[in-house]
């Protein structure tokens, strides 16, 4: 978890929000990102039968009859689901504070 502090504490009441509402829209953002990733890997899923969890672990292009071609937009989409997961989780667990407490660099 992270907590954002604004200095200097006397602005932090008009920083916080604005740096709170272009958190909160890039949550959204990456949300939706994250919707359409997940749409993409569907027919993936569907034609092979597997979750891409188990592809990514367990199959390798030979397995795919797109080959390598296949293998590479599969993975490929799957890595930017993981990498967009990882950013969404970041940003949600980012704490905000005006507390006063001076923070040294």
Same mark, same amino acid.
């Given at each position: 978890m992270?907590?954002?502090?604004?200095?200097?504490?006397?602005?932090? @009441?008009?920083?916080?929000?604005?740096?709170?509402?272009?958190?909160?829209?890039?949550?959204?953002?990456? *949300?939706?990102?994250?919707?359409?990733?997940?749409?993409?890997?569907?027919?993936? *899923?569907?034609?092979?039968?597997?979750?891409?969890?188990?592809?990514i672990?367990?199959?390798?292009?030979?397995?795919? @009859?797109?080959?390598?071609?296949?293998?590479?937009?599969?993975?490929?989409?799957?890595?930017?689901?993981?990498?967009?997961?990882?950013?969404?989780t970041?940003?949600?667990?980012?704490?905000?504070s005006?507390?006063g407490?001076?923070?040294?660099?």
């Open positions: 992270s907590t954002l502090y604004v200095e200097p504490i006397d602005k932090a @009441q008009h920083v916080l929000p604005l740096v709170r509402a272009a958190i909160n829209s890039e949550i959204m953002r990456l *949300e939706l990102a994250l919707q359409l990733a997940r749409e993409r890997l569907l027919p993936f *899923e569907r034609k092979y039968g597997v979750s891409s969890e188990y592809f672990t367990a199959m390798t292009a030979e397995d795919l @009859q797109g080959g390598d071609e296949e293998y590479v937009q599969w993975a490929g989409e799957y890595q930017l689901m993981r990498r967009l997961e990882e950013r969404l970041n940003l949600r667990e980012v704490q905000y005006d507390s407490v001076s923070r040294s660099a």
